[in-house]
T-cell receptor, first 112, second 118 residues
Framework: EDKVVQSPLSLVVHEGDTVTLNCSYE??????LLWYKQEKKAPTFLFML????IEKKSGRLSSILDKKELFSILNITATQTGDSAIYLC????????????FGKGTHLIIQP | NAGVMQNPRHLVRRRGQEARLRCSPM?????VYWYRQLPEEGLKFMVY????????ESGMPKERFSAEFPKEGPSILRIQQVVRGDSAAYFC????????????????FGSGTRLTVV
């Protein structure tokens, strides 16, 4: 059974801090890994990672994948209160169900 | 482009009643996925449908749950004889791509239906 584990499950930091969120996976026939941000409603897409070692960047957010060690990290620099959300990691694999396999998420709270 | 539309946003049902959740995919998307999010849990895949076809229902509970995506109209997730454990947020996602499409950036979620069983 495909498995995605995120850590930490929750994190509280102050505005301006840098955070690193972790996602490790064990899946059959890995295809890609995705990061989503979930506030009160729909998860919104952040990054899709397919190749090892290539950093994806969008403003203060960046992410990288290590296919040898089977993990990804999501970095957020100079955090703002608007970054408070649940960050979800999901994996697309060739085995098992057609949908995405999600981790439980990291609940990030940015205090002013 | 209205995005993926789910309704109702909130649904309260008494134990034993039926719940019907609706999902209209994004325009041009013909693939629909349903997920369930229990409190403190990640999103769990339930079912993948194309128009008039269930492609993968490996995540659906064996009893009381069913899904359809008719030729016309929204996709429906139906839960019969609801129990308290069915209380969760149910999300729908749609995609324009065939299964295992290489670009999941096109995979778009709706805002979910929060089902509460009392």
């Amino acid at each position: 059974e495909d498995k995605v584990v995120q850590s930490p499950l929750s994190l509280v930091v102050h505005e301006g801090d840098t955070v690193t969120l972790n996602c490790s996976y064990e899946v059959t026939n890995f295809r890609s890994l995705l990061w989503y941000k979930q506030e009160k409603k729909a998860p919104t897409f952040l990054f899709m990672l397919t190749s090892s070692g290539i950093e994806k960047k969008s403003g203060r957010l960046s992410s990288i994948l290590d296919k040898k060690e089977l993990f990804s990290i999501l970095n957020i620099t100079a955090t703002q209160t608007g970054d408070s959300a649940i960050y979800l990691c999901a994996v697309v694999s060739g085995g098992g169900a057609d949908g995405l396999t999600f981790g439980k998420g990291t609940h990030l709270i940015i205090q002013p | 482009n209205a995005g993926v539309m789910q309704n109702p946003r909130h649904l309260v049902r008494r134990r034993g009643q039926e719940a019907r959740l609706r999902c209209s995919p994004m325009k041009g998307h013909s693939h629909v996925y349903w997920y369930r999010q229990l409190p403190e849990e990640g999103l769990k895949f339930m079912v993948y449908l194309q128009k008039e076809n269930i492609i993968d229902e490996s995540g659906m509970p064996k009893e009381r749950f069913s899904a359809e995506f008719p030729k016309e109209g929204p996709s429906i997730l139906r839960i019969q004889q609801v129990v308290r454990g069915d209380s969760a947020a149910y999300f729908c996602a749609s995609s324009p791509l065939f299964r295992f499409g290489s670009d999941h950036r096109g995979y778009t979620f709706g805002s979910g239906t929060r089902l509460t069983v009392v």
